[in-house]
């Protein structure tokens, strides 16, 4: 047996308070087998989109199956990456339906989307659920980056009250959750997410840090650039680009975020955490953009993003759509109000077609991050009138290392357990239970 090559994980460029984690760089990496330098660089991503109230499914679902389809109305901003994506229909979760508890579609389908595990209905303390996929991958691959996983939202999460029919908020505000009892609020402020990403051990010195930015208005990288130009004089020509890009991507991004949160005017009597941007577009950008972050440096390979919680009634007046999302969902098959929901989701998928645009661009060996991403994008409604919860939205984005054969649309077997999806995505982030939820197998035609 050939003695075994020890790979950097990760490499850091600290200062007071900061540890700004690096891309990949081939000068760094000691090995010489082609297939380790691809190990090391090119870790597989889990990630999951929740979109609130179910979809328009006419203008969702397309028309022929296989690879000759046509992306219809509301998907239509893929278009670009749709070989990238696959679209998925005929997956259920059963256990978001009542099953004999009665009313209460939104706070199950949010409890139940990653999880596939009847919520006990209670608006007490004694919430219950089960664990969700992200959370069984983050219990060992999680255990190989500095943070297991990454929950992160635009509405404040709630862990208390009566939110829905008589779920407690917990459900309808998480779909992350460690145990069956225990939720992961997601972040909604995308400065404490990206500073989150760049503290090191010593809180102290962090908060001192923080507090120095502040005041002089400094950058995280002008904490680290004593460490950096050190480190440029190690690295090849490419590699040396590869770094300054990479600088520029985070002092970039840390630039918009501190503009995004001096935009102060709100609505009489509204409220919002301080960093959060006032418009809704710009902040799910940001987000996106911490996420890519923390992929691009492996600060975490799992991660959860809440475009707007089930249930939720946000006006989308930046698209022409003044009434609230969950309002217009119970449309009655009145046009005008489908047209709405329409304009609603296609807006949804646009921001995360960019945002698949993004991960695209980041190169990694011979492919790319999105090549390495598995990334599931979905409501856990059909249709908001209906409140079904078969026959899903749900799009699987990424090659998943070259487990998926994208730029498909597949329909399976009518009541399918969309936790079939996950034990399959578990097998490939190196965690292979044998049943998650109510999965009742692995689910083919993804490879």
Known sequence: MSSPIHLPRRTFLRGLGTLLALPHLESLVAATSPAAKAAASSPVRMAFVYVPNGADMANWTPAATGSDFVLPRTLEPLASVRSDVLV??????????????????HARASATFLTSCQARKTQGADIRVGVSVDQVAAQKAGLMTPFPSLEMGTDKGQLSGNCDSGYSCAYSFNIAWRGE????PPEVDPKLAFERLFGNSNADET??????????RKSVIDFVLDDASR?????????????????????????RIEMSGKITEL???????????????EHVKLMFDVMTLAFRTDNTRIGTFVMAHDGSNKAYPEIGVGEGHHDLSHHESKAEKKEKIAKINR?????FAAWLH?????????????????????????DGNSHAHHNLPVLLAGGGGGL???????????????ANLYLTMLDRMGVSPERFGDSTGRLGQLG
Do not use: F
């Open 88 to 105: 998925l229909s005929g997956l259920t979760q059963d256990k978001a339906r009542a099953n004999g508890d009665g009313a209460g579609d």
């Open 181 to 184: 009892s225990t939720p992961m």
């Open 207 to 216: 908060a001192e840090a923080k507090a120095r930015r502040e005041r002089t």
């Open 231 to 255: 480190m440029r004089r190690k690295l090849g020509h490419n590699d040396q680009r590869k770094l300054d890009e990479y600088l520029s991507a985070v002092r970039d991004l840390e630039r």
């Open 267 to 281: 609505a009489p009597g509204a409220t919002r955490p301080v960093g959060v941007p006032q418009g809704y577009q």
């Open 347 to 351: 807006m949804h998928v646009e921001l």
């Open 358 to 382: 993004q991960l695209k661009s980041v190169k990694e060996g011979e492919g790319t991050m999105l090549d390495n991403c598995m990334i599931v994008y979905g409501s856990g409604i059909e």
């Open 404 to 418: 998926i054969k994208s730029g498909r649309h597949v329909r399976y077997a009518k009541d399918t357990p969309m």
